[in-house]
Structure formats: C-alpha cells, structure tokens
C-alpha cells in the first residue's frame, strides 16, 4: 500500500511539509450527473492543497501540530487539525485540540491522494460518516513486537461544525462522543476495528416550522405530537467498522467494512464495504475494486389527516408523501485503476468507475434531481507530497 513520506524544510524547532492533489473528472456519457461529475471536465470536486506545521517545544516530549485545506467551493476549507501531542514514552502519546475522527482506515490521511491508490476513496464506505473532525482528547498505545505490531486509540470529543452533504450545508453539534480504534499487523497481514457512539444532532433541515405546527395540533390529536418529535435530526448514533489487508512485495488485498446504527428516525441506516486487489510491478499499480452499500430505515412515519385548512393540509400531504417515499442510498460500483509512481512524492492516477444505484447521501428533506441510478465516470488525478 502508500503512505506519505513528507520532507521537512530545515532544522529548526518549526517545521513545514504538504500535500497537493489535482483531481479532474466526467462521465462518459450525458445527463448522467453523479458524485459532483458530469458529461464536462470538472476539477473542483476533489482538487486541493494542504499545509503542515509542526513545532517542537523545548521539551522533546511536546510538540504541536497544524494543518489547513484549500479547497475550491468546500466548507471543508480551512484548519484541519491543531492539537498538542505528548509522547510519555516509545509506548504512549497523549493529543489535545481538534483532531481527526479515526473512524476509518484511511482517515488520518483522508486528504492526502498520495496515500491511497485510489482517485477517489470508495464512496460506499468513505461518504457514509460526514465530519472527519472533533474537538478533545486522544490516547494511543502502540507496541512494537518481534512477531505483531499494536495499536490502541481512545478518543472522547465534541463537533460543532458546518459540513457539507450533497450539495447543501447543515450544522451539526456533538455533545459528546468516544471510540476506540484497535489495529494489529503481523508480517504482511494488518487488521483493524473500530467503534464510535455519541450524541448527535443536525440543525437547519428546513423542518422546524413543520415541528411546530404539529405541536400545534396535537391539542387536539396526540398522533401530531408523535410524529413532530420524530421529526427532530437529533439522537445517538453508533458508528462501527472492520478491515483486513494482506500486503505482500507484488499483490495485495484490502477490505472495508462499516455500519451506522442509530435512534434518529428521520434517517438511513447504512451498512458499506469495499473489496479491492491489486498488483505492484516497479513503479506501476493495478487494482479492481468492488464496493456496496445497503440502506434502510428502522421507523416508518404514520399517515396523517387532513384537518379542513387548505395550507395545512398542504404541508400534511407534503409530510405524507414524505413519508412514503423517502430516499434509499443502495450503491454499488466497480472500478478499475491504475497508479504511476513517477518518482518518490509523485504519482498518476487514473480510475475507471461503474456506478449503479444512488451513490450520493442526502437528507430526505432535500430537494435532488433524478439520478437514472447507472453512470460510468472517469477521474484522473496528479498526487504530490512535499
């Protein structure tokens, strides 16, 4: 697999490093508009750059550590990570400050193209879980063995943050929330599994003033009251993953697997995976990858009657056909790529993905254009770390 090796500029207390990557896409076929693509070249999608800065206290335990994203017309712009990290010994390491949520393989590096051999990251897995930061508190554990390698994160936190969901833009509080993260390698197997509950809650989905009218009228039919509190986009939600790999020198084979249980009625449950195989041969890469995504919903909304004022039984009959049709997000997609390492800190990606299914997540309150649930879409992409 890739990992990031980053240069350091000099040898002072502060140090810079940096990643770039120029993402450009389309379908290959009209009026087939998928993941942010369509029939036109568009680079906007997942083109950035990122910045690291690393400085080292007087106390060689201490450092502190920040990162910013560029990235066009995406809320995710701006600072990334800013955290203190204290190492006690070879084996443990304290961080304090706004960190990455390690809810996936890849999320420490989630920006970082070069890491992955992938343009894109499978979207059934990776666009399931939609902040990649917290505020608070991570302890690690690692131990370096003759036979294994471990790793143990346990992280406690809190978002309060802007994301962006298909298109359109929530607020999203966490009171609280933790996890832990358990990684194994032995020789060219590694494993990891983790696990993440909290308390969530997503505001301005445009359903407030509904909540209040049903509060309204469930004085005189309590059927009103049931339905506006299931309205709320707020409960707890748990987040579970697992992953298995086997690298050898030439071919490798990677899995993925994720599933979202939670209270909040309104919303999908989704279950993911990915399984991908590839072969490295000098400084070319080859793999296949195939990934799914199931959805459903554990609450089904109770039908309403009308109550004889035209405007209300409007919205009643929106809320109702609401109801009914809500959107599912079952995917699936195969893609085919290849990766030049042109030197070291340089690569060329290029990815052939079929896609069937409704790959993009959104809240049913959206308003999405139809999607005839198959597209082929072709991105490429140049990867730099400095």
């Known amino acids: 697999m890739f990992y990031v090796q980053p240069t350091f500029a000099g040898d002072e207390a502060i140090q810079f490093s940096g990643f770039a990557r120029l993402v450009g896409g ?5 009026n087939d508009p998928v993941s942010g693509y369509d029939s036109e070249l568009n680079v906007d999608q997942h083109s950035l750059l990122g910045l690291q800065a690393s400085y080292q206290f007087d106390n060689p335990k201490l450092s502190a550590t920040a990162q910013v994203i560029g990235q066009a017309n995406s809320p995710n712009s701006g600072l990334q990570w800013l955290y203190l990290n204290y190492h006690l010994d070879d084996n443990w390491q304290f961080k304090l400050g706004k960190l990455h949520t390690p809810f996936f ?18 979207t059934e897995v990776y666009d399931t879980f939609f902040f990649s930061s917290f505020n608070g508190g991570l302890v690690e554990y690692s131990r370096l063995g003759s036979e294994f390698n471990l790793s143990i994160q346990s992280y406690f936190g809190q978002v309060d943050e802007q994301i962006e969901v298909s298109g359109d833009e929530f607020d999203v509080n966490v009171d609280y929330f933790n996890g832990i993260a358990i990684q194994l390698n032995r020789g060219a197997f590694s494993s990891r599994i983790s696990k993440t509950v909290g308390d969530y809650k997503v505001d301005d989905v445009g359903l407030e003033p509904v909540i209040q009218i049903f509060n309204h009228l469930s004085l005189n039919n309590p059927i009103f009251s049931q339905v506006a509190d299931a309205l709320n986009v707020a409960g707890k939600v748990d987040f579970n993953q697992v992953s298995l790999a086997y690298d050898s020198l030439d071919w490798f084979i990677r899995g993925e697997w994720t599933k979202i249980d939670h209270s909040v009625k309104l919303l999908v449950e989704l279950t993911g995976y990915y399984i991908m195989a590839g072969y490295q041969h000098n400084q070319f890469t080859y793999h296949l990858t195939f990934s799914e995504r199931k959805s459903s919903y554990s609450y089904q909304y109770p039908e309403l009657p009308v109550v004889g004022d035209e405007q209300i039984d409007y919205l009643i009959q929106s809320y109702n056909n609401l109801a009914v049709d809500r959107p599912v997000f079952n995917s699936s997609g195969i893609t085919l790529g290849s990766r030049w390492d042109y030197k070291a800190g340089l690569a060329f990606k290029l990815d052939l993905r079929l896609i069937k299914g409704q790959p993009e997540i959104y809240l049913p309150t959206s308003s999405k254009a139809q999607f005839d649930g198959q597209a082929t879409l072709l991105t490429g992409s140049v990867e730099w770390v400095f």
Do not use: M, R
């Open 26 to 30: 389309l379908t290959l076929s009209d």
């Open 105 to 122: 393989d890849y999320s420490d590096v989630i920006n970082v193209g070069y890491a992955y051999p992938w343009v894109v990251l499978p």
